[in-house]
């Protein structure tokens, strides 16, 4: 029978599962959006996702504050709430930057016609994609699952940047494409971020998992030492 500290670890699981997922539909939801046609895009269903988020956030909180107080964990247990925490915080920063995204894609006119031309579809399916395996990390406290993630971020910033170069390299002939072109580059960063944050909670995974402290942009110097 489980004892009542091992129920709060799997309640404190669950309900970063659960925000994890919320967080992931909100992805989905802003890249549809981003990817329609202006008049289109509402985000009503992103922004009471969002609330629900935010309550989760601080369960979240109050779990650990009472195992912190009152059970004394040690060892992975210890890492585990110890990453909880954090995970919790960069699941929420994502769900900002998903409502952020929505907000600069209603700006963009001949939004159609900017992301066929600067590849944005593509870059917005990978973020997608890098979301849903960062839960499925988290789900699975799957170590070995952090290499993938960190490959697929280092993807997604290349390509955000090379997105904006040229975006930036369009305005600069295309007075007509400035306002656009600026909400765009908003968009990438926010899209670029929202991947940097799925790394940072696939790099707390790792933590709890192994024991150790593996940063995505050290990953390479690990690989050539292997």
Known sequence: MATHFEMELDNLKSIIKKIGKLAEGQVSEAVKILLQEPEA?????IKKTENKIDKLDVKIDEICQSIFALKQPVASDLRFI????QISNEIERIGDLSISIVKKAKNIKEKHDLIVKFNIADISRQVELITAKTNICFAEQDGKATGEIFVLNKDI?????????DIINEMKVNSKA?????NLVIVLKHLERISEHCTN???????TVNAKIIKHDKFDDLRSED
């Open 201 to 207: 909670i696939a790099e707390y995974v790792y933590f």
């Open 41 to 45: 895009a509402e985000g009503k269903i």
């Open 178 to 182: 400035v306002v656009s072109g600026t």
């Open 157 to 165: 910033r290349n390509s955000c940047e090379d997105a904006i170069h």
């Open 82 to 85: 110890m990453s909880a925490m």
